[in-house]
């Protein structure tokens, strides 16, 4: 790369790329014009090396550890503020003033319930239905009941509809959580905090009264803090490519839940506890540790590695945190899982293969073991990722349309497919 450009040369011919460089981070070669010039296409599979669009939400640095949303450290967001303050600071790329935080609180509050009929909608589902098929239903029909915000080119419905997801997220996650265990549906109270107004939509019976514990609601809204975004992961990316096509706003989102789902993404958090109750003990673990290592065996060590990070993932040492509080918080001392979960991380962290690999825990190898002792079954584990992740998908998507270089997203491909070939009749076959 000399200078703001890149020279590519290719089949006798050398054209010359031009460069960009961000704020901070690694500079991109603008490669928009290289099949025009060169008649070949670039070849990436899985993305390692391609930047898919400008963005000023979240910064990762991998190498370091360091994860910015706006700029401010998630480790000063999770420790100083509060999820919609997160949510404000996201989808306006500032910190609210007071007035704006009340303002943004009161707005979020006001559209936590959901169209009654849509309580309808769930009883077409089985009651032992996976809770993530279950969000990936009712959100995507979600713009049949909210036309009045589906039209994405007005700047103010794009905002409602951000608003009503961000609102309605958790109303529709606890109607999820309440369906699938067989209890009644519990209304929103507006004069609840965010993660408060949440647990108690998915713990309260109307036979008593329900109060959140305090350093549970918090831990909760911590957990949605570390959820939150992160750059363009697979779910980011699959909702900005379903929005470039003009689709509204809830079945991006709808598109967007639909691949957190996946065990290597957003799935993980659910499959790393089931990986740690497969273990069971703290004896079994170097056989499950030897199995991850096999190249014969598909078997992997979920809520470890990433993508991005080559280091420690900035969330995990912050989840690791809320696990001790939570567990201390409601008395849990000897959590079989988390003695596994304790030395497994040890072994990890020792092990020669995995500093080679750089296979640090991440975000989901912690969040499953506090989630479970808050109460949740591990099938809700990614609907409360999903829950969190609902401002990320919508403030990227926001930028994806408000941004004039986007367009229609269609990558090529390389075709290694039969040549060109005649028809022939089924008696010359
Ligand atoms: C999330 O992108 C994001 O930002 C995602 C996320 C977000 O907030 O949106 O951070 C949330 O999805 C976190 C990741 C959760 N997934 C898991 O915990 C599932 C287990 N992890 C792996 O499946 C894997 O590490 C990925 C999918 C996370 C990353 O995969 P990569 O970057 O494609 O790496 P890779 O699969 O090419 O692995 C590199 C090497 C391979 O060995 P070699 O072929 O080079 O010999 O490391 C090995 C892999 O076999 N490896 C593992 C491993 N992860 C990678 N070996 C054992 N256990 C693992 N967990």
């Known amino acids: 790369m000399t200078g703001n450009s890149a020279d590519v040369s290719f089949g006798g011919k050398t054209v ?24 070949a296409f670039t070849y990436d599979p899985g993305f390692t090396s391609t930047a898919s669009c400008e963005s000023k939400i979240t910064y990762i640095d991998g190498d370091e550890g360091v994860l910015l949303h706006r700029g401010y450290p998630i480790e000063q967001l999770a420790e100083h503020g509060d999820f919609l303050e997160v949510c404000y600071l996201l989808l306006y790329g500032e910190l609210p003033t007071k007035t704006q935080k009340d303002d943004f609180d009161y707005r979020v509050t006001h559209h936590t319930m959901v169209h009654e009929q849509m309580s309808k909608f769930f009883t077409g589902f089985r009651r032992d239905a996976h809770p993530m098929a279950v969000m990936c239903g009712v959100v995507g029909a979600l713009s049949a009941f909210y036309h009045d915000s589906t039209d994405i080119t007005d700047p103010h419905q794009r905002m409602v509809a951000s608003l009503r997801m961000i609102a309605k997220m958790p109303t529709i996650a606890a109607m999820a959580y309440k369906y699938h265990i067989g209890q009644p549906f519990v209304y929103p109270k507006n004069d609840l905090d965010y993660a ?4 108690r939509m998915c713990f309260a019976v109307p036979c008593e009264e329900y109060t959140a514990n305090p350093v549970l609601s918090r831990a909760m809204d911590r957990i949605f803090i570390l959820h939150a975004d992160h750059e363009q992961n697979a779910s980011t990316s699959t909702v900005r490519l379903a929005g470039s096509s003009g689709a509204n706003p809830f079945a991006c989102i709808a598109a967007g839940i639909a691949c957190l789902w996946g065990p290597a993404h957003g799935g ?55 696990t001790h509080e939570v567990l201390g918080e409601l008395g849990i001392k000897d959590d079989p899982m988390l003695e596994v979960a304790m030395e497994l ?10 500093i080679e690999k750089k296979l640090y825990p991440n975000i989901d190898f912690y969040s499953g073991i506090t989630l479970k002792a808050l109460g949740f079954p591990t099938t809700m584990f990614t609907v409360l990722f999903a829950l969190a992740r609902t401002v990320g998908w919508i403030a990227q998507w926001n930028e994806m349309i408000e941004d004039p270089e986007q367009r229609i997203g269609r990558p090529r491909q390389l075709y290694i497919g039969a040549p060109k070939r005649d028809y022939t009749p089924v008696s010359k076959r």
């Open 16 to 39: 010359e790329l031009p460069t960009r460089s961000g704020t901070i981070g690694p500079d991109v070669i603008d490669i928009g014009t290289l099949y025009k010039n060169t008649g």
């Open 196 to 199: 408060s107004n949440f647990l």
């Open 268 to 322: 993980a958090n659910e499959a790393a506890l089931n990986m740690l109750a497969e273990i069971g003990s703290v004896e079994r673990i170097p056989e499950y540790v030897a199995k991850a290592k096999d190249k014969n065996d598909p078997f992997r060590l979920m809520g470890f590695g990433h993508r991005v990070y080559k280091n420690y993932d900035p969330r995990a040492r912050i989840m690791q945190k809320t």
């Open 345 to 354: 991380e040890r072994i990890a962290l020792t092990d020669e293969y995995f």
